[in-house]
């Protein structure tokens, strides 16, 4: 069975740092699109960035230049070092593999990041 | 960008009603699109791909059609665990969702 499990979630002040992880299990990050999509409280679904199997990083505007998205192939483990933190960067932060026809499929279950003073 | 949009808002159904919930795409994106179920304090679930495929384990009382840029998400006959959220993405150029459908019980 395919998991994927976020952590690295909390508070942090605007232009702060954070470093959110997404462990998975049943699948390999080297092998598999893997994303990740945002929801701000009460609102909907952004997607914020991809990684391919090959390892090329792909961002939304909304985020390009402060996220960088990145994997530990020894730890199967997959990362979005945020930067530069703004108040509408509050979201629960989900990761998802990408099928190979680019519908997300399991998604993890999301780790809450708050910015603010 | 495709902007992704769903209508109504929320809808107000009877268990055991049907809902039908739309979705239009500001271009066309043939038929990548999906749709996915959230409940609250839950993460999305895949429902539909490929505009009418269902998902692994998803009952047939949901059904998708639509190809291009009109979509329709079906749930023929309501059950108490359908009340949630849903929302439509394209997945033909990047990646975007619609605002989302709240299924609430009338």
């Known amino acids: 069975e395919v998991q994927l499990v976020e952590s690295g979630g909390g508070l942090v002040q605007p232009g702060g740092s954070l470093r959110l992880s997404c462990a998975a299990s049943?699948?390999?990050?080297?092998?598999?699109?893997i994303t990740w999509v945002r929801q701000a409280p009460g609102k909907g679904l952004e997607w914020v960035s991809v990684?391919?199997?090959?390892?090329?990083?792909y961002y939304a505007d909304s985020v390009k230049g402060r996220f960088t998205i990145s994997r530990d192939i020894s730890k199967n483990t997959l990362y979005l070092q945020m930067n530069s933190l703004r108040p509408e960067d509050t979201a629960v932060y989900y990761c998802?593999?990408?099928?190979?026809?680019?519908?997300?499929?399991?998604w993890g279950h999301g780790t809450l990041v708050t910015v603010s003073s | 960008e495709i902007v992704m949009t769903q209508s109504p808002a929320t809808l107000s159904v009877s268990p055991g009603e049907r809902a039908t919930l739309s979705c239009r795409a500001s271009?066309?994106?043939?038929?990548?699109l999906a749709w996915y179920q959230q409940k609250p304090g839950q993460a999305p679930r895949l429902l539909i791909y490929?505009?009418?495929t269902r998902a692994t384990g998803i009952p047939a009382r949901f059904s998708g059609s639509g190809s291009g840029t009109e979509f329709t998400l079906t749930i023929s006959s309501l059950q108490s665990e359908d009340f949630a959220v849903y929302y439509c993405?394209?997945?033909?150029?990047?990646?975007?969702f619609g605002q989302g459908t709240k299924v609430e019980i009338k």
């Open positions: 998802a593999r990408v099928d190979y026809s680019n519908w997300f499929d399991p």
């Open positions: 049943g699948l390999t990050v080297s092998t598999n699109y």
């Open positions: 990684i391919y199997s090959g390892g090329s990083p």
């Open positions: 271009q066309s994106v043939s038929s990548k």
């Open positions: 490929g505009a009418f």
């Open positions: 993405q394209q997945y033909n150029t990047w990646w975007t």
